[in-house]
């Protein structure tokens, strides 16, 4: 068993985002000070988001269906883990029943429901999970582990039409770094610690995982380790499947016990297994991580190339340069004008500047509508840092590119968070916006993004609403890169998740026909899973299965996910709609 401490906090502590949207009640996004915004929207979307919206309507609007928690398997949970922390009110279920991801929000915005949880159970620490687990499975019920809430593939709600009692055990509690092994650079951390909560225990030591993917202030180290996740700076410190090297995981009936090594040689990877298994092959407690002494400098610097392929061209040389700097990312055309949108109102020396870069690229030939902005980040001593700039601005200039400095940079440092709370300023205004991600060769890199594109436009001409898309290229390895696709659709009907699921699929679909995977870094969930067939081919969704099958034969462990058993998760929440 665990040595690590029974947390002292109460469910009541545990941080939760507002049931129908992104983040905390109260804190929205505003284009008040960003005067381009509502004309790039009333140009690319035709709507004008000046216009009053209505608010997100009371939770006591709407017919909550009623919990279906026994009073045997109610009585059993409270001395477990004392009543305080057996939640059956109807907020908490909501909450804990959806993540997200648009279809969600579209649907709990409208009093659909689904098969909400009948308890959210709070263990305070390993042994509580433990017991938690063994009575729920012997009392024949379903188990869904609940992190931040920021899952955007239906990898936290119940099957629709599930029988049994559904408990979504919320690990909010347990978020502690427990210990540090600074001579292995290894930290012992609980798997519910959000990631700001973990980040701040960490730097007072000295210390960072740095890991920050778009849902860094609402997802767990657990959740990341669950869905396979990425992080804005993961050119540098990997993926959670990089970082992490330990874990324990709670099954029915015994605990996995993974020791942190560097590697090992000891058969299929059971560490690989359980990270992207959301859930299906038990609760992750705990995990040992790679952490890093904070660096002694870091910046952001901002470049500008005179299209996409030249921007794609200098990554690819600079990941194969070995430069290692800690982020590099590159915005297509589209993504370039959007975040030129995003700015806020510029001061009389910052027009200036910005009237003289234009100056220079026009006297360099640049098609202006065809630019694309870049974010290289770069860490470490002053030296290295030094280096490794002098050798990305030679391959950034032999690409056609320019600098412009830290000052972009910096911004989007501080408002890297904010894209969730844009998108639900837009589906107020009946603007459902998504994303869909893949990675593909570097040989495939540009074909994917051009088809994908001219793909997306025609599925919006197909639903027969104005539509926009826009991508930026990420997560560079040896061998290709992930490309971020961000769309959004013109339509506030009440049938708006059929125009939906008319671009989803055909983004999808593209990454399959042109060398993609289905998903780079959110995982599977329901959302993705009717593409797995193509993607890992049907011997190797028949294995998961299999693996799936064996751990838990009585399906009572986030039954659905990954593999969808017949019921594709994106048909079915379709109907939903």
């Not at 030249?310 to 040389?317: D, L, N, P, V």
């Not at 800690?326 to 001061?347: C, H, I, P, W, Y």
């Not at 690409?399 to 890297?416: I, R, W």
């Amino acid at each position: 068993m665990s040595t690590a401490p029974q947390a002292t906090t109460t469910a009541a502590e545990v941080k939760h985002q507002k049931w129908w949207g992104w983040g905390e009640e109260g804190i929205t996004w505003s284009h008040a000070d960003k005067p381009k915004f509502a004309p790039f929207v009333m140009d690319k979307l035709g709507v004008d988001v000046n216009l009053p919206a209505p608010g997100a309507p009371p939770l006591r609007s709407f017919d909550v269906p009623e919990s279906r928690l026994s009073a045997e398997l109610r009585s059993t949970l409270n001395i477990l883990v004392g009543p305080a922390n057996v939640v059956t009110d109807d907020e908490s279920r909501v909450v804990h029943a959806y993540g997200k991801g648009v279809r969600d929000l579209v649907r709990v915005r409208r009093g659909n429901f689904g098969r909400l949880p009948d308890a959210v159970v709070y263990p305070g620490g390993e042994a509580d999970v433990v017991a938690i687990v063994d009575a729920v499975v012997a009392a024949d019920g379903v188990l869904i582990p609940f992190g931040g809430g920021s899952n955007i593939v239906a990898a936290l709600e119940a099957l629709p039409d599930e029988p049994r009692q559904v408990i979504s055990i919320d690990l909010g509690r347990m978020n502690k770094v427990l210990e540090i092994d600074e001579q292995s650079g290894l930290a012992r951390i609980q798997a519910g610690v959000l990631g700001p909560d973990m980040e701040e225990q960490l730097n007072g030591a000295g210390w960072t995982l740095g890991h920050f993917p778009d849902s860094f202030i609402w997802s767990t180290l657990g959740g990341w380790i669950a869905t396979r996740s990425s992080g804005a700076q993961s050119d540098k410190y990997g993926d959670i499947a990089d970082i992490t090297r330990g874990l324990r995981v709670v099954l029915p009936g015994e605990v996995l016990v993974l020791r942190p090594l560097p590697s090992t040689s000891t058969g299929p990877s059971v560490r690989e297994m359980i990270i992207g298994s959301e859930g299906r092959l038990g609760i992750i407690t705990e995990a040992w991580v790679n952490v890093h002494r904070l660096a002694e400098v870091r910046e952001i610097q901002a470049y500008f190339f005179p299209d996409y392929d030249s921007g794609i061209k200098a990554a690819e040389q600079v990941i194969t340069s070995g430069a290692r700097p800690m982020l590099l990312r590159v915005s297509d055309a589209n993504e370039t004008e959007f975040s030129m949108a995003n700015g806020k109102q510029s001061s009389r020396v910052g027009h200036l500047m910005s009237q003289a870069i234009q100056q220079v690229m026009l006297r360099k030939g640049w098609d202006l509508t065809k630019i694309c902005l870049s974010f290289i980040g770069y860490e470490g001593s002053v030296s290295h840092v030094r280096y490794t700039k002098s050798l990305v601005g030679k391959i950034v200039r032999a690409n056609g590119g320019m600098a412009v400095g830290k000052g972009p940079g910096t911004l989007y440092d501080q408002k890297k968070f904010d894209i969730p709370y844009i998108r639900d300023f837009l589906l107020d205004r009946g603007i459902p916006a998504d994303v869909s991600e893949t990675s593909t060769p570097w040989s495939k890199v540009k074909e994917v993004h051009d088809e994908t594109v001219q793909r997306a436009q025609e599925a919006f001409d197909a639903a027969g609403h104005r539509g926009f898309i826009m991508c930026h290229l990420s997560h560079s390895y040896h061998s290709g890169a992930c490309q971020y696709f961000t769309f959004a659709i013109s339509d506030a009907s009440e049938t708006n998740l059929r125009s939906y699921d008319t671009v989803k699929r055909t983004i999808q679909q593209s990454f399959m026909e042109h060398g993609g995977t289905v998903s780079h870094h959110h995982g599977v969930g329901e959302e993705h899973s009717p593409w797995m067939d193509q993607d890992i081919s049907p011997a190797g969704v028949h294995m998961q299965a299999k693996l799936f099958e064996a751990v838990d034969p009585g399906h009572h462990l986030n039954p659905g996910k990954i593999v969808h058993e017949g019921r594709p998760g994106i048909s079915a929440n379709s109907e939903d709609a």
